[in-house]
């Protein structure tokens, strides 16, 4: 199977920091790739789709990048709204799987 | 605006089989795809699988033969089946709508349920 691995699997920062998550595919999954935000006791929400796509209605301080192996995620000027968890999913083929989640704190 | 809503027994004994039902309103059922997805106290998302409109369906490997998955249209309803529970399958288990662009992505979600699964 292919895998997905996040980095940081924990990062701190402060409001209105610029931040970024890396996604890495153990095998070329091209830009089948998505990102999700989940809050405590809350289901996700899809920020990203296609590896660089925003999903309407979400911020313009997010933004994805990447193909193949290797995908980002940054926040350019982090809010207090955006603490919370960040998975990557993969779609290309099955099974479908997500990065373990990187938890996003606030400094 | 498509909202999904989970229901099903909190509790299942091991062994027995674990039934949850998803209810869409706002939106025919029978336009795009409808996925079961998994989360653990305190891990991360595993996918279980989809329904197409088609009729036909996908499942996680990893599930083997103890997935069944179904749909009513009549009720806009489409259900997940997991049979021969263990305190593994204990999880919250959210349903999601799919639409396609570069693969199937999750961009509507019920609020979940929470299952355990004790004796």
Known sequence: ?107 | QVELQESGPGLVKPSETLSLTCTVSGGPISSYCWSWIRQPAGKGLEWIGRFYASGSSDCNPSFKSRVTMSVDTSKNQFSLKLSSVTAADTAMYYCARETYSSGWNADNWGQGTLVTVSS
């Not at chain 1, 660089?52 to 994805?64: C, D, E, K």
């Open chain 1, 1 to 107: 199977d292919i895998r997905l691995t996040q980095s940081p699997s924990f990062l701190s920062a402060s409001v209105a920091d610029r931040v970024t998550i890396t996604c890495r595919a153990s095998q070329d999954i091209g830009s089948f790739l998505a990102w999700y935000q989940q809050k405590p006791g809350k289901a996700p929400k899809l920020l990203i789709y296609a590896a660089s796509t925003l999903q309407s209605g979400v911020p313009s301080r997010f933004s994805g990048s990447g193909s193949g192996t290797e995908f980002t995620l940054t926040i350019s000027s982090l809010q207090p709204e955006d603490f919370a968890t960040y998975y990557c999913q993969r779609l290309d083929t099955y099974p479908i799987t997500f990065g373990q989640g990187t938890r996003l704190e606030i400094k």
